[in-house]
């Protein structure tokens, strides 16, 4: 299984460790695959 915490290490990670842009309502997501 893979670790719950991996997928958006990876996102920061490739972001050099910046979050994504906060959203139209101010808060920053981690989209995640649901495959």
């Known amino acids: 299984a893979v ?3 991996l997928y ?3 996102q920061v ?4 460790g ?5 959203e ?4 920053r997501y981690l989209k995640l695959p649901v495959t």
């Open 3 to 5: 670790p719950e915490l």
């Open 8 to 10: 958006p290490s990876v």
């Open 13 to 16: 990670n490739i972001r050099a």
């Open 18 to 22: 910046q979050l994504p842009p906060a």
């Open 24 to 27: 139209p309502n101010g808060r």
